[in-house]
């Protein structure tokens, strides 16, 4: 199907429809990314949602997860510091789309922080369809094997890998957590655009992703 797959974790979806057909700011791809899979990035370590460091001086957002939502990071830092300004942006643009649900609020200061362009839009219609299904999330997401290139001075490409096979939809009213199977669409191939904007934050501005991609399956 040629439209885009869930901007966090799939298996979160509240219907088998919207797993299928959520946010269509751009099409799948089909073509493998050879560099994705165990990609070095020189730190082996999982981390939490990345943080901002001291020296940044945009104003961010805050955001935090309940404690029933656990986002990991993993091999998330290169020791260049223009590549990990870069994920760590591109890691809190995933983390704004599951604030946004969790508030249930399609317009969230912090997605459009860090999302702009096509994937903006996208997102927000993708989380206004979850909210408006009852759901919101539990569990635990983690993002993996990054694969970044800097494209230029305020451009950037980030290719990344996620496991949702521990994360679930969750009836708002309810809290009654809809345990799925765990199958390769568990896991999901993500090919980012970044740029720069005035702040000094990396953008989000276009995102696609491939469910069961043989280069995040295990």
């Known amino acids: 199907m040629k439209r885009r ?16 057909t959520a946010c269509g700011s751009g099409d799948d791809s ?4 050879d560099k994705i899979a165990g990609a070095d990035t020189g730190d082996t370590k999982t ?8 020296s940044d001086d945009a104003e961010r957002p805050a955001m935090t997860l309940p404690d029933d939502i656990k986002e ?4 998330w830092k290169t020791g260049d510091a223009t590549k990990d300004a870069i994920l760590a942006d591109a890691g809190r643009a995933q983390t704004a789309v599951t604030h946004a649900v969790v508030k249930g609020d399609p317009e969230d200061p912090a997605l459009s922080f ?14 206004k369809s979850v909210i408006d299904s009852g759901s919101t999330f539990t569990g635990e997401v983690r993002y993996y094997a ?20 521990k994360a679930f939809n969750k009836n708002r009213e309810t809290n009654k957590v809809d345990k799925t199977p765990v199958s ?11 740029e720069k904007n005035d702040q000094g934050v990396w953008q989000t ?14």
């Open 30 to 33: 089909s073509k493998d990314n």
């Open 114 to 127: 860090y999302q702009a362009g096509t994937a903006l839009p996208g997102s927000q219609d993708w989380v």
């Open 146 to 165: 990054p694969d970044i290139s800097v494209l230029g001075k305020n451009l950037a490409g980030v290719a990344f890998c996620s496991d949702e096979s």
């Open 47 to 54: 981390s939490a949602s990345p943080s901002a460091s001291a």
């Open 184 to 194: 390769n669409d568990s896991y999901v191939l993500y090919s980012t655009r970044l």
């Open 205 to 218: 501005t276009k995102l696609e992703s491939e469910r069961g991609n043989k280069k995040c399956t295990p």
């Open 5 to 20: 797959s869930l901007p966090v974790a799939a298996a979160l979806a509240a219907t088998a429809a919207l797993l299928l």
């Open 72 to 75: 990991t990071f993993e091999n």
